[in-house]
């Protein structure tokens, strides 16, 4: 289920396309004969009613998800504890057969051989037993441009002490909403265990535009406070400016602290203006945001090891990629037409 489906995916689509259907529509309608013209007002009644039976679908949907999270939830708690070295996989648990021909195929004397230069190694290197899988959700904020995008060199230090990322799904009756939990061990920079993003969510047709309606969507976040030990906030940092006296001449020095670019200002977001009004920028900011928090629920979260290891990538390029050939072929078809039509023109007449 795609949660930011809806106006939000719309208002993206071309506005060149949109200026002349409207129009187009209207017009078509005010040129249908007075009895066909109400029948179709009877049709689009029926059309509102079915954008509220889908909206009671997905809020079954997201019944659904709740449910099954708990089921998954196990799962995950065993990954965190793999992941933090609190517990240690069995030789079963740990069986893999990987699906690569190349390995499948690779001489037992080139596996000897390589067993033969790791114990070298080994001889040669003082021993190593690192502590569960080191830097696991660093390691993935890394590879993933949305995510390091926002990351900076200063964050780094910080999400080596990140454990484990969880969803949770809004209780029954209550507004459809969900929370990212980001749980930290104890560490020198703050207090908080659990940092929270909340994501508000509206799942029913808009009484003003009911015909928009494509399923749930993310409408505000809400951030949490960070319990910085004093100094270490990577959220602001500290400027020293000279200030003359206009009277007097002197100079003083003054110092100030101004907004630092850190991925931890992911918890202090912009908020959704309520009647709507915002400046492009913070448009663009929030839209971001939302995207952010649907990519860490749909995909980060459940597929945690496959970013890890870089599989999911390869899986996003390949879908990338295909869109793009996809889009290619369209304009070449559109280019084919204007070909067709050029060579049906006739000089002469």
């Not at 309606?213 to 270490?232: A, L, S, V």
Request: aromatic residues 10%.
């Amino acid at each position: 289920m795609d949660a930011n489906k809806g106006k939000g995916e719309q208002g993206m689509q071309n506005p060149g396309g949109q200026m002349d259907r409207p129009v187009s529509f209207h017009f078509l309608e005010s040129m249908l004969p007075k009895v066909v013209k109400r029948r179709v007002h009877a049709l689009k009644r029926l059309q509102v009613q079915c954008a509220n039976i889908e909206a009671k679908f997905y809020e079954e949907v997201h019944e659904l998800e709740r449910k099954y999270a708990a089921l998954y939830q196990p799962l995950f708690e065993k990954r965190r504890d793999i992941v933090t070295g609190t517990v240690e996989p069995t030789d079963e648990e740990c069986e893999w057969h990987s699906d690569r021909e190349e390995e499948e195929e690779l001489a037992e004397e080139v596996k000897e051989k390589a067993a033969i230069e790791d114990a070298k190694k080994e001889e040669a290197t003082p021993e190593e037993d690192p502590k569960g899988i080191p830097e696991f959700w660093l390691t993935i904020f890394k590879s993933v441009d949305m995510l390091s995008d926002m990351l900076q060199e200063h964050d780094e230090p910080i999400l080596k002490h990140l454990k484990d990322i969880q969803v949770k799904f809004s209780e029954p009756g209550q507004p459809m909403s969900f929370t990212l939990e980001f749980h930290f061990e104890p560490n020198g920079y703050f207090n908080n265990a659990v940092l929270t993003k909340v994501y508000k969510m509206k799942s029913e047709p808009d009484a003003s535009d009911p015909f928009s309606f494509e399923g749930p969507e993310i409408i505000d976040c809400e951030g949490c406070q960070i319990d910085w030990h004093k100094g270490k906030d990577v959220t602001v940092k500290t400027i020293k400016k000279k200030q003359k006296h206009k009277g007097r001449g002197t100079v003083r020095t003054v110092t100030k602290q101004v907004p630092n670019d850190s991925f931890f200002n992911f918890f202090n977001p912009v908020k959704a203006s309520p009647d709507g009004e915002m400046d492009e920028d913070s448009e663009f900011t929030l839209a971001t945001d939302f995207e952010i928090g649907h990519f860490f629920r749909e995909r980060i979260v459940p597929r945690a090891v496959l970013y890890f290891t870089g599989e999911a990538l390869e899986d996003d390029e390949s879908f990338e990629e295909e869109e793009l050939e996809e889009g290619d072929e369209e304009e070449q078809d559109e280019e084919g037409d204007d070909d067709d039509d050029e060579g049906d023109f006739d000089p002469k007449a």
